[in-house]
């Protein structure tokens, strides 16, 4: 009895040793692909950019200088969003043995890379300067979300320590607004209808915040 007890106690631990390559890359491969964009540029603000997303919207973002430790921080994008992202890279055949550099002597504009990633399966293709369409519009999505970003971050830091600042935060926000060149806009209505009901900011902050809040919904 105890040696046919030790015979099913091995045989189950081998098993599950079995078990544990298998599980891992088997997990990997059911993870959602992502696509990651990242733009390095020395001497600018920022000179660092990286926003990764998944096909369901969920990502993180890392937007700093380059002697600034690394910091990524969740966020969220829409679906219709997150899709066109995904359409655009699939245009672009995921990277896979792409060249998108115009390669000619033209002004450093930064270093871009597109990364798509699926389990084990990565691609990726860097450039300065393209021509091609696609990757133009993803650009101008990424870049976009990078200043969406940016401009959300700066108005709660403001409103948390200058209130002075407040107003100017609220400018450089309706200028790219009405630029068109927030990809989600509507994301910024919690902070602006918060900043607009609270009577610690000055009353000209919170009127510009009103309008434009007016304004992106009346966008939609």
């Known amino acids: 009895m105890i040696s046919r007890r030790f015979f099913l106690s091995a045989l189950l631990a081998l098993f599950a040793a079995l ?110 300067y393209t021509l091609d369409e696609s990757a133009t519009q993803l650009l101008n999505i990424f870049e976009g979300l990078s200043r969406q970003v940016t401009d959300q971050s700066n108005l709660e830091r403001v409103m948390r320590y200058d209130h002075l600042g407040v ?20 994301r910024l209505l919690p902070t602006l209808d918060r900043l607009a009901a609270d009577s610690t900011y000055i009353e000209i902050a919170r009127q510009r915040a009103r309008t434009l809040a007016g304004k992106i919904r009346g966008s939609h």
């Open 19 to 128: 078990s544990i390559p298998a599980f891992g890359p088997a997990n990997a491969a059911a993870e959602p692909p992502t696509v990651t964009f990242r733009k390095v540029f020395k001497s600018s603000y920022p000179e660092f950019v990286e926003i990764k997303v998944n096909q369901a919207g969920s990502g993180t973002f890392d937007i700093r200088q380059l002697d600034e430790e690394a910091n990524p921080s969740p966020f969220e994008i829409g679906a219709p969003l997150a899709q066109r992202i995904f359409d655009l890279a699939q245009k672009l055949h995921y990277f896979q043995g792409l060249d998108l550099d115009l390669h000619r002597r033209i002004a450093n504009l930064g270093e871009k890379t597109f990364t798509y990633q699926k389990g084990a399966e990565t691609h990726r293709v860097v450039f300065n």
């Open 167 to 186: 107003n100017d935060a609220l400018v450089q926000l309706e200028t790219d607004f009405n630029n068109k060149l927030l990809p989600e806009p509507e």
